[in-house]
């Protein structure tokens, strides 16, 4: 599978502890978006990235929350002293170039329970 | 900022019935509108976008700028059909804004 892939699927953690979740894009896509989703709701944009840059975070993103995309290809979400409701599906997104023809491909997300 | 509603949360029909699941939106630009499909157990992926003015499996959308609305339509449910269906505008810098999705049953 050549998809966006995500790493871990699911996570289950205490309150109060860190967590980073994975993503890796299409290769060669240079936009990398991550989205949140809770149940019963359409996904959440939080940030995204051009290559390494981050060029947009939306309020959604605590400052418990950092993103990275060091290289310009796979990157992290990590949630430091993780809340019960922090507790979603994190969504990751890639698309190649910068017109609004192309296609944004999605990854199957990664569960966080916080306990 | 731009806003996307889905007002059905569940949609139920009857294998061969007409569908039609409800998008409006709000956006101070010209809008670029989707339509997302969610398999059980697979990704998130296009079904069709207004700038095509395609069909895809069935499945049309017209672009009402005036009452800012962009709803899915097929003639004919087929079970394979039922799943969660998300209507998104895109903003600046391929940015999706979600409704809340609805989700289809087609009933045997």
């Known amino acids: 599978d050549t998809g966006v892939s995500q790493d871990p699927r699911h996570k289950i953690t205490k309150r109060g502890q860190n967590v980073t979740f994975r993503c890796d894009p299409i290769?060669?896509?240079?936009?990398l978006y991550w989205y949140r989703q809770t149940l019963g709701q359409g996904p959440e944009f939080l940030t995204y990235?051009?290559?390494?840059?981050?060029?947009?975070k939306s309020r959604l993103l605590s400052d418990r929350f950092s993103a990275e995309r060091p290289k310009g290809s796979f990157s992290t979400l990590e949630i430091q002293r993780t809340e019960q409701g922090d507790s979603a599906m994190y969504l990751c997104?890639?698309?190649?170039?910068?017109?609004?023809?192309?296609?944004?491909?999605f990854g199957e997300g990664s569960w966080l329970t916080v306990v | 900022a731009q806003r996307v509603t889905q007002p059905e949360k569940l949609l139920s029909v009857f294998k061969g019935a007409p569908v039609e699941l409800k998008c409006n939106y709000s956006?101070?630009?010209?809008?670029?509108l989707f339509w997302y499909v969610q398999y059980s157990r697979q990704r998130l992926q296009l079904l069709l976008r207004?700038?095509s003015r395609e069909s895809i499996k069935g499945f049309t959308a017209d672009l009402n700028k005036g009452e800012t609305s962009f709803h899915l339509k097929k003639p004919f449910a087929q079970e394979e059909d039922s799943a969660m269906y998300y209507c998104?505008?895109?903003?600046?810098?391929?940015?999706?804004?979600f409704g809340g999705g609805t989700r289809v049953l087609v009933k045997p």
């Open positions: 990235f051009q290559n390494e840059a981050q060029l947009e």
């Open positions: 207004h700038i």
């Open positions: 998104a505008l895109e903003a600046a810098g391929n940015k999706l804004t």
């Open positions: 956006y101070s630009g010209s809008p670029e």
């Open positions: 290769s060669e896509h240079n936009r």
């Open positions: 997104a890639s698309i190649a170039g910068f017109f609004s023809g192309n296609t944004i491909y």
